[in-house]
């Protein structure tokens, strides 16, 4: 093939990366002052394709660097080194109310990263661009072990960071949609972390029986966790998202098994029964869905569920009796949950039993319920399997957040969450929590 | 600082009872658990947190390596461990000291003493030596280009004797010859094997080909490597030093290569180089001075020579070569070094080909301790005459101190001395290459930023 012009040049570093590390996307060899668009393509196990871009001029070296240059338009702007990840949407003409979840988390996450001419904004699929580069973004660490657990009646995943070696262990628990989600657990083994992903709202054992499960099921798989030989059982914790969270807050403070070194609760709550099951905390909220409204696009919004915070102790998880370190993640612009209002309700709570020095909180301005491992893309609404009336439904939900900064807050978080569980876990730690 | 102490020796105790990587549950029955569980529910103190980055990397990127948490100013040793693909062990280490945090960065911190000294951030890699009790004349190469080279990187408490503690903390890093989405395809030229590895995306790419040395046989690891980088490469099979007495075949075979280089459908056919080594670049040099045929854009040339072959045959080459063989010899170690065989052709022009012929640029790359052949004195030859035909401006000498034959791709580890085939009948010798580790893992890591840098240069960036 003849060359007319000076091929382009595309890197990006590292071409292999953990799905929480940076990359420098870098084009060069393009004539000085050069308008160009770098544009990012994923097609995620669902078959939907999401892409995301940036409008770039070149400088007079004829060069573009995405960590240290200005995108002048695109689905981001500014300096922004990640924005081809986080900005990512689905292509024009896709389905609404997607989301992007990587479930196999043994292959990488794969994203054609390419240049066009000019500032282009759509008809990506129909010219062929300048240059392509593939990069694979993985949750999962060489070496880390991926273990499928049956044991005790769990539908869980255990990831180990190596097959030797001792490490602390951290139980997972996500939200009311259910499923087994691996890819934190993964994460948080790839950065040193025994961890637990545990299906507790449609294992196995509740597909048989009908049956929710009730608190010993979580008792289980903290016993089956801090019990494996590669786990340190004096160092252990919970990280909790959503409903995950309201889990949590149960399990750490009215559990004789549970005895924990730190507990990080994402997007959570306190309010439900106290010591209640999973059942009784849906339930609890199923009496309040009247609470719960649409707006003009048709998006449910349950943040009203738990409000006004109930003064009746019986109604929330006493925080107040809480021996060990907690991280808050709150999204101030939540949909879905009031978790502002309930993590000043816990401050307060906490601060009366005397024991608030145990409470750090994390509240992004604009940021929405689904707080994800960085770099992924935002969802602001989604299609949602519900607990509505004692059934399931699909309906889409609103998680609420703007894009900017839920992916700053994602960011944030997470490097935040990683360093308190790197204190606690691996650091000196405080005494061991009881409970009794 | 006691329970510690116990907890390490029980770690001990169990690490010299089983197998290294196992599940500890599997090798050891419940008793010892128990025993060190107990023991870590006991122990508060901190532990140790190692992290390399990033995790996955090419072969040519750097990574950082540091270690968190642990006691402060502690002795420590960062080790790295390699299985090659023949199951030989290959491992490098150096000793540190933890700072006032508990923190050793290898890439920002002294190493006093092990493989490497000093502050070397790829010490761990380009310091590599087979295991005490490996055999004599290893090398590393990565053969199977597709899969990644897993490297353990674990810290030890102590120097001294370090092996006999249990490790603090371990981890695996990968290291690619590919890039995601490469392609590497199969060739074959006039019954010769060859492999093109393709950059991902449509193209067109400028080309690259690439041959080695006379071990004969078809290594791809720097061809893939380049096409990580953005080039279409294709890496030919060489002939082995042995094969080429007596062959009456010319040259045509790297003729056509360059010819079906340039007319791929995702090659640009004015932007095709030729990289080569030792017997490869002898070839190179050959060709692009004589063949009115074979005209790379530029010509990089790795410890090579301008060896003429008469009669433009395999065999003439061989003639050339060992017209002196008798000049070869042995050294303390009863390796062969074939230094002087050389030496008597730089003063005979009947031998060498006039590169001044040459019309594009040249990189010519040698170590000055190239024992097996005396390379930089042809360098300078080289750059002598092109000089002399008033191509000054096209002819760049890289000639690296201390720096033996064996100049391949970054933080690869230094072979001083190989086994190597020669003299018919698969008899192999210790063949002496030359070059001291460090000045040589030097010379490896500069003379690739410079050959990418040259190969960016004239099929990127010119014209």
């Known amino acids: 093939m003849e060359g007319k012009k000076r091929p382009v040049k595309l890197s990006v570093h590292p071409s292999r990366g953990l799905v929480d590390e940076k990359f420098t996307v870098l084009v060069q060899n393009v004539p000085p002052g050069f308008q160009l668009t770098v544009h990012a393509l994923h097609q995620c196990e669902d078959g939907h394709s999401w892409h995301a871009f940036g409008h770039y001029t070149a400088d007079s070296t004829g060069a573009v660097n995405v960590a240290e240059d200005l995108s002048l338009g695109g689905t981001y702007s500014g300096v922004e080194q990640m924005g081809l990840l986080w900005s990512l949407r689905p292509v024009p003409g896709s389905k609404p109310g997607l989301r992007l979840r990587k479930m196999n988390v043994q ?131 919970i990280v909790g998202l959503s409903l995950g969270s309201s889990v949590a807050f149960q399990l750490m403070i009215y559990s004789q098994v549970i005895k924990l070194r730190c507990a990080v609760c994402i997007s959570g709550s306190h309010v439900q029964p106290a010591g209640g099951s999973v059942k009784q905390t849906l339930d609890y909220l199923s009496r309040n869905s009247g609470n719960t409204c649409f707006n003009e696009k048709n998006e449910l919004i349950c943040r009203d569920l738990v409000l006004p915070i109930p003064t009746d102790p019986k109604l929330k998880a006493d925080v107040g009796q809480l021996r060990c370190p907690l991280l ?102 405080s005494a061991l929590v009881s409970n009794l | 600082m006691m329970q510690q102490r116990h ?30 569980r107990r023991l870590s529910a006991k122990a508060q103190s901190p532990r140790p947190i190692l992290s390399v980055a990033p995790i996955r990397a090419l072969v040519d990127e750097k990574f950082k390596v540091s270690v968190e948490n642990l006691p402060p100013a502690a002795p420590v040793t960062v080790h790295s461990l390699h299985q090659s693909e023949d199951q030989d062990c290959w491992e490098a280490y150096g ?12 890439s920002e911190d002294l190493s006093f003493g092990g493989t490497y000294s000093g502050k070397e951030p790829m010490g761990l890699l380009w310091s590599m030596r087979p295991v005490p009790g490996s055999r004599f004349g290893l090398r590393l190469r990565k053969m199977d280009v597709c899969a990644p080279m897993l490297v353990n990187i674990t810290v030890f408490s102590g120097h001294e004797g370090f092996r006999e503690h249990a490790p603090l903390a371990s981890v695996v890093t990968e290291r690619w010859h590919v890039a995601p989405g490469v392609q590497r395809v199969e060739v074959t030229i006039e019954g010769m094997r060859g492999t093109l590895f393709i950059p991902p995306g449509l193209g067109a790419f400028p080309g690259v080909i690439d041959i080695w040395g006379g071990g004969g046989g078809l290594p791809e690891y720097r061809a893939a490597l380049l096409a990580s980088h953005g080039y279409a490469t294709m890496a030919l099979e060489n002939f082995a030093l042995d094969d080429l007495k007596g062959k009456n075949l010319d040259l045509n075979y790297f003729e056509m290569a360059l010819d079906k280089l340039k007319n791929h459908p995702q090659v640009i056919s004015d932007r ?52 002196n063989i008798n000049k070869s010899r042995l050294d303390e170690n009863n390796s062969l070094i074939w230094q002087d065989v050389g030496l008597e052709m730089l003063c ?98 500069d003379s690739w930023t410079k050959i990418l840098t040259f190969l960016k240069q004239h099929l990127y960036s010119s014209h």
Not at chain 1, 379 to 392: E, K, P, Y
Not at chain 2, 9 to 26: D, I
């Open chain 2, 95 to 106: 000793h540190y000291i933890s700072d006032h945090r508990g923190t050793v960065s290898v």
């Open chain 2, 272 to 323: 095709v180089g030729v990289v080569g080594l030792s017997l490869g670049a002898i070839f190179l040099l050959y060709l692009t001075a004589e063949s009115p045929t074979f005209k790379p854009q530029c010509c990089i040339s790795i410890c090579g020579s301008n060896i003429l072959s008469n009669d433009g045959t395999l065999n003439g080459f061989y003639n050339s070569m060992f017209r």
């Open chain 2, 348 to 445: 005979d022009p009947t031998s060498l080909v006039d590169v001044g012929k040459i019309n594009c640029p040249l990189l010519l790359v040698s170590g000055t301790d190239d024992q097996s052949w005396p390379t930089p004195k042809f360098a300078d030859l080289m750059a002598q005459m092109m000089r002399s035909a008033g191509k000054e401006h096209l002819v760049t000498t890289l000639a690296y101190p201390d720096a033996g034959h064996l100049i391949e791709p970054p933080f690869s580890p230094h072979f001083r001395a190989t086994a190597f085939k020669v003299g018919g009948n698969n008899k192999k010798v210790i063949m002496l290459w030359g070059g001291h580790t460090k000045p040589h893992a030097d010379a490896q890591e």
């Open chain 1, 328 to 429: 808050l993640v709150v999204g101030e612009d939540d949909q879905n949950w009031a978790v502002s209002e309930s993590a000043v309700d816990m401050k307060q709570m906490m601060e009366q039993a005397g024991n608030s020095h145990l409470l750090t909180v994390l509240s992004y301005p604009n940021a929405g319920h689904l707080i994800e491992p960085p770099y992924s893309p935002h969802t602001r609404s989604s299609n949602f399997r519900s607990s509505v009336d004692n059934s399931f439904v699909v309906l889409k939900t609103l998680w609420g957040g703007e894009t900017v900064e839920h992916s700053r807050a994602q960011e944030d978080a997470w490097r935040k969450i990683l360093t308190f569980f790197r204190e606690n876990l691996y650091g000196r730690g």
């Open chain 2, 7 to 36: 907890k390490m020796n029980m770690q001990v105790a169990v690490r010299r009872l089983g197998s290294a990587g196992g599940v500890l549950s599997v090798c050891h029955g419940p008793k010892i658990h128990t025993v060190l």
């Open chain 1, 107 to 237: 292959t990488p996450m794969e994203v054609t990263v390419s240049v066009f001419r000019g500032h282009q904004t759509e008809g990506f699929e129909d010219q062929g661009p300048l240059v392509s580069v593939v990069v694979e973004r993985w949750y999962m660490a060489p070496g880390v072990c991926r273990i499928p657990v049956t044991e005790g009646g769990l539908t869980a995943t255990l990831f180990l960071p190596s097959a030797s070696g001792l490490f602390p262990g951290i139980l997972d628990l996500w939200g009311g949609g259910g499923r087994l989600v691996e890819y934190r657990a993964a994460l948080l083994a790839s950065r040193g972390f025994a961890s637990l992903a545990l299906d507790y709202m449609t294992p196995k054992i509740s597909l048989e029986t009908g049956q929710m499960v009730e608190n010993e099921y979580f008792e289980t798989a903290f016993r089956v966790l801090q019990q494996h030989p590669q786990v340190l059982s004096s160092r252990m914790a």
